[in-house]
């Protein structure tokens, strides 16, 4: 296995069709990372150099129902060491697949079981967690998908995973993950844009629940979306009290938003970039729904988090590095008060249960999307109220956010950037919750 600059930094402590549903019961399913070459419409050759899991782009989408156990093998088909990373889940903490903090990297030819219960319904996804910013970068990501014991009433359930890749002049996919630029700036921006969709036809007044996945390693996507009158009802994969009116979305990196709402023409998903709009996938109509159902969106049930209690401890992460910012004391590109990497102390350490206030300081000339893994937080807005459940936050150039925590969840757990070109180059640090 390779051992990386990159490497080094996150170990100093010591479109087209998603694959049908497959739900995942005993025997273990497994998920199996290996080279692929893949040939999408607009390209008349196959493109190597890409990796998938179980053979595809995106992997196999995993659907599970709230309670469930997940039992997954993954069997190391690459060349270079494997994890999987289950983005979102509250999953026991040797289960986070985490390399150093959790598990031991898996060798190629060797295998690995995650097994835990799921106690959420929502929207979240799978990834690799070893070389991250390559092998995300290559394909190595899928939806996980966990119903609601009672499911809202829609007449489709429909999966989208937005990513973008990098070609060269001559249309192959671009294998160079060593440009300094894509480290020091916005991270590395792909000219060939993907939305996988589990499906690409619906009816004109069917009840549709769209779950938005933003795979990209570091674009943020700006989106807004015709042909659907509806609510945005969930982030992250957690429940919003009171669904909210559909309006512009801005997707972090590992961001998600699910919609429901009735589709009114082709439902076009729209690339916003100033006054341009640019359509990078659509749902196409198949007819027409004799009886459509125009009830009201409601709130989806609520989980049974841990809300934030009296605030014990008050942390401030500093953002530093990128271009024209390098003095930050770190070796890495970039660094989290002044450390570039996994320190040897974590950055905070919390009991089981404690309830504490983070301050996200970014004078940097970049955008971060922050991500907490293990817990969901809640953002302090000015008024002192607090947001809705997340577990990436994105925080603009030269702004100050605050979130507060309730730590319920005991482990080792990474705390980085979702940009994960930043996260590579110095970005990551983690917390202890004991």
Known sequence: MRLSRRQILLGAIAGTLVPRPALAKKPIQTLRPAPVAVQWPGHNREMPGLLGFNGSIPGPELRFRQGDQLDVRLENGLQDGALVHWHGVRAPNRMDGVSILTQEVVPPGAHYDYSFALPDAGTFWYHSHYLSYEQVGRGLFGPLIVEERDPPNVDHDITAMLADFRTTSDGMFDTDFGVMDDFSRKGRMGDLLRVFLSQKTVRQGDRVRLRLVNAAIDRVFRLDLDGIDGSVVALDGMPLESPTQLQHLIMAPAQRVDIIGFATSEIT???????????????????????????????????????????????????????????????????????????????????????????????????????????????????????????????????????????DNPGRWLFHCHMLSHSADGMATWIDVS
Do not use: Y
């Open 269 to 407: 998903f729209n690339l916003t970039e100033g006054n341009t709009r640019n359509p990078i996938a659509s749902i196409a109509l198949s007819g027409k729904n004799p009886a459509p159902d125009r009830s009201p969106v409601t709130a989806l049930p609520m989980h049974g988090l841990s809300e934030p209690g009296q605030i014990t401890q008050t942390l401030e992460l500093l953002m530093r590095g990128g271009e024209g910012d390098r003095n930050h004391g770190g070796f890495g590109t970039w660094a989290f008060n002044g450390v570039s990497g996994l320190p040897n102390k974590p950055f905070g350490q919390f009991r089981q249960g404690e309830t504490a206030r983070i301050v996200l300081l970014n004078p940097t000339g970049f955008a971060h999307g922050i991500h907490l893994h293990g817990h969901h937080f809640r953002e302090i807005s000015e008024n002192g109220t607090f947001g809705p459940l997340r577990d990436t936050l994105l925080v603009a150039s030269g702004e100050t956010r605050e979130i507060v925590c309730a730590f």
